[in-house]
């Protein structure tokens, strides 16, 4: 009788991914050999010209370890390290071929693991209560909710298609301001002389972003300039005039730093690592030659 086919083995242990083994080689798990042939101290294996560190098998080790109940054998190990040898061998053919340099998918990965390294390495060290303190001073109106308004808007179209061709909007804005400053009910106003409003402003507080979105950045300002409960003059504004009101305001709202500090400290750790890359692609720059082509930003060009 036949030998039942030997088990493969977990899937996990079939492919660790040639994607992964680039951008371990972008940021140094994986280093040139030395002169010697003896295997380094701190390495697992050498592959041609490379070597796979010891750290880096211990870490894909305990990740596999990580998903298993039992103990991990010396069989298993060293199945471990064998698709690390077997991955370290594609990616130097990969290399080889150019892969890195016209595969998308591959430039991708190797972008975003040496990004992480950069980002990594920038927070290594937890920043001080003093630092993280004196980002939230600096950064006060970054953490502060700005303030809202409640506001409503009269809208009088200019186009000729509108609903009273017979009168000009600037007359009927006129003559509803007039109106409204007498005192009569704004819904009784805009029923006979304005223009229905496609996107009119909700009721309720809202913030100065979100009624820019509803009329415009024009009309947004006459509002920010208003006092609370005055109307505006009217203002020409895309395809017709408005008239604006503040109904309520609120203002800005600055918390205390105890309350936000989970959020300053993650926006430092941010900001900290786009600073360590930013510096980092700088000196890349005096490192590499690089030539722009200007045409491509004229006019025509």
């Known amino acids: 009788m036949p030998r039942a086919a030997r088990s493969p083995g977990p899937p996990w242990l079939l492919f660790l991914g ?94 975003s693991g040496l990004i992480d390294s950069i980002v990594s390495e920038a927070d290594a060290e937890p920043a001080s209560e003093n630092e993280v303190a004196r980002h939230f001073e600096e950064n006060v109106n970054f953490f502060s909710r700005p303030g809202r308004l409640h506001a409503e808007t009269l809208f009088f179209s200019t186009r000729s ?22 005192g009569d009910e704004t819904s009784q106003v805009e029923a ?31 509002l920010e300039d208003l006092e609370t409960g005055s109307w505006s003059n009217p203002i020409a504004s895309g395809s017709g005039i408005y008239l604006a009101r503040v109904v309520d305001r609120e203002a800005r709202i600055v918390p205390v730093f105890k309350e ?25 720059r005096t490192q590499k030659s690089v030539v722009i082509d200007e045409t491509l930003f004229r006019d025509g060009g």
């Open 260 to 284: 936000v500090e989970g959020l300053v400290r993650q926006d430092l750790r941010r900001r900290r690592g786009d600073e360590a890359l930013r510096r980092y692609l700088d000196e890349l």
């Open 18 to 111: 040639a994607a992964t083994g680039l951008a371990l080689a972008a940021f140094g798990l994986l280093e040139t050999r030395s002169d010697s042939q003896a295997l380094a101290a701190n390495a697992a294996a050498r592959v041609g010209e490379r070597t796979i560190r010891r750290i880096a098998y211990e870490r894909v080790l305990a990740g596999v370890e990580g998903d298993r109940r039992n103990p991990i054998d010396e069989a298993t190990r060293r199945r471990v390290l064998a698709r690390m040898i077997d991955e370290e061998l594609l990616v130097q053919r990969a290399l080889e071929l150019g892969l890195a340099a016209i595969d998308r998918r591959v430039r991708g990965e190797l972008t």
């Open 192 to 222: 006979s002389l304005g223009d229905v409003q496609i996107s009119p402003i909700p009721a309720g507080m809202l913030p100065a972003t979100k009624i820019r979105d509803y009329v415009g950045p024009i009309v947004l300002r006459a």
């Open 161 to 182: 298609d509108g609903r009273r061709p017979d009168a000009s909007a600037k007359k009927r804005a006129s003559e509803a301001l007039t109106r409204l400053r007498q």
